[in-house]
């Protein structure tokens, strides 16, 4: 089988993911389904944080994450790759009168904490950009305690390979960061192959409107056109399986599902 990385190194993937999110982290901090509270609070409460957890959010962009463990728990700390992304994410908790919380900069594949440092380690929206998941999952785990939890949410593709290598196709012409999102199918047992034993799981849809995520978007010259089609054409027949549909004459509307699985590092 090839695989998307086959083709990318990781210099150049790691190149592309700074480009990216230096140019997306304030319109993607300000996104409505990226800085929704209700979805946040989901992510909160399945984790089941309380007062004694230590979190540790990989890939954590503007911290919104980060911000809304904060409110529950001892401390929260973020690591992202991307300085522009951790400035955005020290300006919004300063905002919000934060001082449980702290930013470091690190590539996930390799995070820079002790074994067992936290008891919740997370993930939002990042383990489609990872050229190899199951590296960042072995991380995650490596640095959640014995008996602590890892939570991975993430967007998730088609179970029908077709719309699933559709989907992938779109989002890398809409965001080149973009490796590749998962199944469930695939995202779990990978989870599961990683030493770690799903406890729980959610599910929402994160509604989106095409114009808005090109906006703050930021795909080669000519690939927003292609996207465009690209939605155009599914509209007969679901080819994303985003449930893309027109809204008035102009707009095409679509839902990612996203997935919320927490993890339980074993206690041995
Ligand atoms: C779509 S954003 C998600 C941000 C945040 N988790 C959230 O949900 O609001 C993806 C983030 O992953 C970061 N990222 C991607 N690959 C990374 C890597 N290998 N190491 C560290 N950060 C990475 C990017 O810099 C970016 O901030």
């Known amino acids: 089988m090839t695989c998307y990385g086959d083709a990318v190194t990781s210099a150049s993937h790691q190149a592309t993911i700074v480009d990216q999110f230096t140019r997306q982290a ?20 399945e984790s089941g944080a309380g007062p004694d957890d230590t979190v540790l959010d990989v890939a954590c962009g503007p911290g919104l994450v980060v911000a809304a463990f904060a409110r529950f728990v001892r401390h929260a700390t973020g690591v992202d790759i991307t300085p522009a992304m951790l400035a ?55 640095v959640c305690a014995p008996g602590g939890r890892v939570v991975v949410v993430d967007l998730l593709a088609s179970d029908d390979p077709a719309k699933a290598k559709a989907m992938n196709e779109m989002e ?79 707009e095409i509307r679509f839902e990612y599902p996203v997935v919320i699985l927490v993890a339980e590092r074993p206690a041995r």
């Open 26 to 45: 304030v319109p993607f901090s300000e996104a409505p389904g990226i800085k929704d509270e209700q979805a946040l609070a989901l992510l909160v409460a």
């Open 88 to 142: 955005r994410a020290r300006e919004i908790a300063t905002a919000r009168g934060l001082t449980n919380v702290q930013f470091d900069q690190s590539d996930v594949t390799s995070l820079p904490y002790a074994d067992g440092s936290f008891t919740i380690v997370s993930s939002r929206f990042a383990f489609h950009h990872f050229l190899d998941p199951a590296a960042v999952l072995a991380e995650m785990r490596r």
């Open 172 to 250: 890398r012409l809409r965001d080149p960061s973009h490796a590749r999102a998962m199944p469930l199918a695939e995202l779990e047992p990978l989870i599961r192959d990683g030493d770690l034993t799903i406890r729980r799981r959610a599910f929402y849809r994160l509604p989106v409107e095409l114009e808005a995520v090109l906006e703050r978007s930021f795909p080669a010259p000519g690939d927003a056109d292609r996207v465009r089609a690209i939605f155009a054409a599914s509209l007969a027949d679901d080819a994303l399986g985003l449930g893309a549909r027109r809204h008035g004459e102009r």
